[in-house]
């Protein structure tokens, strides 16, 4: 079975700009979490999609906003990107509910 | 929100000995799951635990969910070289939020 996938794995962006990340979770997995990580805050929790619907949030600003399709894929967006966006940013799937998360090999984004 | 405290921070060991790490929270979790990441890749899991008390061993690798419920430790034996990588604990209550610690980084010297 295939692992979480996570396009692309490196990205360079200038201040201002917008990017866009993506997630394909396991197949048969309907929860799809994201994380930002960075060597100073850790693992930080973006947000959670379930059957399209985000259900839970953390504690970032309305920069960072997702979405997950029909066929559980997400993707999340970053927009007026600042130098401090920097960042590992980790996919995670899960079946549901306290299921253990599953990461993706991240998406390593650096902001000039 | 809840934060979970792990410890300790970093460990240099030799190849052979057995290590010990773990985490604390001021609120109760549900789950503890333990991850080991990789340079360049993402976190893998390595134990999940679903009941206070439970001990669970994958291999070399021993992980207790505390009474409590506040707590979990995580013991490898035997260390080998592969064994190098940064070790985090989480804590999940419900709906996939899971607070993570800051991770445990370890060098196992040949």
């Known amino acids: 079975k295939a692992g979480v996938t996570q396009t692309p794995r490196y990205l360079i962006k200038t201040r201002g700009q917008q990017v866009t990340l993506s997630c394909s979770p396991i197949?048969?997995?309907?929860?799809v979490s994201w994380y930002q990580q960075t060597p100073g805050q850790g693992l930080q929790f973006l947000f959670e999609?379930?059957?399209?619907?985000?259900?839970n949030k953390g504690n970032f600003p309305g920069r960072f906003s997702g979405r997950q399709f029909s066929n559980s894929r997400s993707e999340m967006n970053v927009s007026t990107l600042e130098l401090g966006d920097s960042a590992l940013y980790l996919c995670?799937?899960?079946?549901?509910?306290?299921?253990?998360?599953?990461f993706g090999n991240g998406t390593r984004l650096t902001v000039t | 929100g809840q934060q979970l405290n792990q410890s300790p921070q970093s460990m240099f060991i030799q190849e052979g000995e057995d290590v010990s790490m773990n985490c604390t929270s001021s609120?109760?979790?549900?789950?503890w799951l333990w991850y080991k990441q990789d340079p360049g890749e993402g976190p893998v899991l390595l134990i999940a635990?679903?009941?206070?008390?439970e001990l669970t061993s994958n291999g070399r690798l021993t992980a207790q969910f505390g009474i409590t419920r506040k707590d979990s430790f995580l013991n490898i034996s035997a260390s080998i070289p592969s064994d190098v990588g940064i070790y985090f604990c989480?804590?999940?209550?419900?709906?996939?939020?899971?607070?993570f610690g800051a991770g445990t980084r370890l060098t196992v010297k040949p």
């Open positions: 635990l679903y009941k206070a008390g």
């Open positions: 999609y379930f059957s399209e619907t985000q259900r």
């Open positions: 609120s109760i979790f549900n789950t």
């Open positions: 197949s048969g997995h309907r929860s």
């Open positions: 989480a804590g999940q209550v419900d709906n996939n939020d899971m607070r």
């Open positions: 995670a799937s899960s079946l549901v509910g306290n299921s253990p998360l599953h």
